[in-house]
Nanobody
C-alpha cells in the first residue's frame, strides 16, 4: 500500500523559513513525479513545486520562485520543500503527491497525481 507522509508544517512569522518533508513508501518510485500542492480556504488546490524522480527537471509556481526549493532523495524515498522568505499568503494546507510519469517534465495538474499525503498545515503570521 502506497503511503505518503508529510511532516514539518507549523506556525512561522513572515520572513521565516520552514522545511517540509514527505516520506514515500509502498512501492518503487522511479518514473514518478513528486510534487507539493497547497490549498488555502476557499481556493483551488495549486501546484507550488514539482520534480521528476531523476531530479533533472523541476517546476515552480511563479508565486514561490526564488523562495521555495524542492529536492528529492531517491535512496531514502523522500521529497523535501524548503520554504524561505515566507509570506502570509503562503498560509495553506500543503500536500505531497506522486504521479506515475515517464516524461521529461513533471506533471502540475492535481488530476494527474495518483497518490496523496494527508496534508500538513503551514501558517504564516504577519
Amino acid at each position: 500500500q502506497v503511503q505518503l507522509v508529510e511532516s514539518g508544517g507549523g506556525l512561522v512569522q513572515a520572513g521565516g523559513s520552514l522545511r517540509l518533508s514527505c516520506a514515500a513508501s509502498g512501492r518503487t518510485f522511479s518514473s514518478y513525479d513528486m510534487a507539493w500542492f497547497r490549498q488555502a480556504p476557499g481556493k483551488e488546490r495549486e501546484c507550488v513545486a514539482a520534480i521528476t524522480w531523476s531530479g533533472r527537471s523541476t517546476y515552480y509556481a511563479d508565486s514561490v520562485k526564488g523562495r521555495f526549493t524542492i529536492s528529492s532523495d531517491n535512496a531514502k524515498n523522500t521529497v523535501a520543500l524548503q520554504m524561505n522568505s515566507l509570506k502570509p499568503e503562503d498560509t495553506a494546507v500543503y500536500y505531497c503527491a506522486a504521479s506515475y510519469d515517464s516524461g521529461s517534465y513533471p506533471d502540475v495538474v492535481p488530476d494527474e497525481y495518483d497518490y496523496w499525503g494527508q496534508g500538513t498545515q503551514v501558517t504564516v503570521s504577519s
